[in-house]
């Protein structure tokens, strides 16, 4: 939902702010309030990631430190927290945004790819056992390719990539369809560098 006078967006700046999300509980968390736009308490979300509610309280204390959730109103003993906008963006600027860029923005796509690392081994697990209490593992994949493209052809390519993810994105988690499961979407573009030979 869209709270009343929810800001667009909230944009971090600060490395010490990007660096705080590169927690897999965090951006769990990130992932959950931003997208459903739903206000939840700590004991909800400490179900999410397995962590026990105190634990997690500590995590939403600094998500809020950092300007990221906010407490929502509450009507009860547990304080709910919500998004502080509809989205999220990262934007380092400034004269030390090329000393610190590296090590901020790395340490969550680290955390990241971990997180996505993890659930492949999972899938791949459940596979060797026959189980199949996950449908959706019929879906999971690892793929590699490479392309032979301009800038311009790749940029094109990642837009509609884009397209295809927010057509699935939009209204899913408030009304999904009868059997839906959330699945995990990674992209990853890489120039191939080769070396060059030695004359």
Do not use: C, N
């Not at 945004?97 to 340490?107: I, K, L, Q, W, Y």
């Not at 979407?185 to 060059?196: A, C, F, K, N």
Request: glycine letters at 4%; a positive charge; zero cysteines.
């Amino acid at each position: 939902m869209a709270w009343a006078r929810e800001p667009r967006e909230v944009s971090l700046s600060d490395p010490r702010a990007i660096r705080a999300l590169a927690h897999p509980a965090r951006m769990l968390v990130i992932e959950t309030l931003f997208a459903t736009g739903e206000a939840m308490t700590a004991t909800e979300l400490a179900a999410l990631t397995g962590l026990s509610p105190s634990a997690m309280s500590y995590h939403l204390r600094a998500l809020e430190r950092f300007g990221v959730i906010v407490a929502a109103p509450s009507s009860g003993r547990e304080r709910p927290w919500r998004r502080a906008a509809q989205d999220l963006s990262i934007a380092l600027k400034g004269e030390t945004a090329a000393a610190t860029d590296a090590a901020a923005t790395g340490a969550i796509m680290e955390t990241a790819m971990s997180s996505d690392r993890r659930g492949l081994m999972a899938v791949q697990q459940r596979q060797l056992t026959q189980d199949r209490s996950v449908p959706l593992d019929a879906a999971a994949r690892f793929r590699r390719a490479t392309l032979m493209v301009t800038v311009s052809e790749a940029k094109s390519l990642l837009k509609q990539i884009d397209q295809l993810l927010l057509a699935f994105q939009r209204d899913r988690r408030r009304s999904p369809p009868a059997g839906a499961g959330e699945l995990h979407v990674s992209i990853i573009s890489l120039p191939e560098i080769r070396p060059t030979p030695r004359s």
